[in-house]
């Protein structure tokens, strides 16, 4: 689409795989399959949104989250187009994390439904695949709760605000795209 893809997960993982001080605190977190804090969350984001044209994935999760986003475009002069509410079984997310492979070098994402050429090796640059901790059933199960129980106000917050759109998340790839596309066309 021309935008900009503005993942907190990566971010997150980026600090951790960097050995910072950030990355050092944060992967206590991650081990746990618990949400990084808004207050760090909401620094690595503003750091990454100074121009227009940019998809954030899995962010905002928490309502504080969407308000500081708000604050935050509203300094810069900008404003949110749509907020994608991607909606998907539980049973078909467990069983989409729970089966993830990422390549150890460019991040690209493999599944039992998109499984690599090689086994164990990345497609793209002839990485190793790994399996990340908090993809395991049990942590994902944990994260979905916690994301239900947060999300509910955000989706509250830009549903108001008249910026929700949900899509279906069931399918290919390619038609979840296609119905997001349509969706922000």
């Known amino acids: 689409m021309g935008l900009t893809h503005i993942s907190t997960g990566e971010l997150v993982r980026e600090e951790v795989a960097r050995n910072t001080p950030l990355g050092e605190w944060v992967r206590g977190y991650l081990e746990r399959g618990e949400l990084v804090p808004d207050e760090i969350v909401n620094r690595m984001v503003r750091e990454r949104i100074k121009e227009a044209g940019f998809i954030l994935d ?6 504080s989250q969407a308000q500081a986003l708000t604050q935050m475009l509203e300094a810069l002069g900008l ?13 078909t997310v467990v069983a989409r994390l729970s089966s993830r492979w990422v390549c150890s070098r460019c991040e690209a994402v493999y599944n039992l439904i998109s499984p690599p050429q090689r086994e164990g090796l990345c497609d793209r640059c002839g990485g190793t695949l790994y399996q990340r901790d908090d ?4 942590l994902v199960r944990k994260r979905l709760g916690e994301y239900r129980a ?16 949900p899509v279906d998340g069931e399918g290919s790839e390619e038609e979840v795209y296609r119905r997001i596309w349509e969706v922000l066309s």
């Open 58 to 63: 899995g962010y905002p999760r928490t309502l």
């Open 79 to 91: 404003h949110l187009q749509a907020a994608i509410l991607l909606e998907v079984d539980e049973e």
């Open 135 to 138: 993809d395991r059933p049990d």
């Open 150 to 165: 947060e999300m509910a106000p955000v989706i509250d917050y830009y549903r108001k605000r008249g910026l929700l759109r």
